[in-house]
């Protein structure tokens, strides 16, 4: 479970902001630019949120000619919901 992981990438707004972007456009994704121009930042700039909502689990990428279409990935919210649950049901056991 990559829960720390998950959080920590969610923490951080821009990356919030991508992953509800990208969330409300599935199935199909959007490309690197669009998402950039949605976000307010350059392509550059969001290298590195990719890489780390990518290392995360939250999203997936695919190369599809000279473009990179990013899509959300909801297995990992999901199983870090499903870990939060746990936890609190067995909180209220204790």
């Excluded at 700039?45 to 279409?69: C, D, N, Q, W, Y």
């Excluded at 959300?72 to 067995?90: G, K, N, P, R």
Aim: proline content about 2%.
């Amino acid at each position: 479970m990559q829960a720390m992981r998950i959080m920590s990438a969610l923490a951080q707004s821009t990356r919030l902001d991508v992953w509800r972007l990208l969330v409300s456009r599935r199935p199909e994704g959007m490309m690197a630019g669009d998402i950039a121009r949605a976000v307010g930042l350059s392509k550059n700039g969001m290298s590195p949120h990719f890489t780390i909502l990518s290392a995360a689990g939250l999203i997936s990428s695919e190369k599809i000619g000279r473009s990179i279409v990013y899509k959300a990935s909801i297995a990992a919210v999901e199983e870090l919901s499903s870990f939060l649950a746990a936890a609190c049901d067995e909180g209220r056991r204790t």
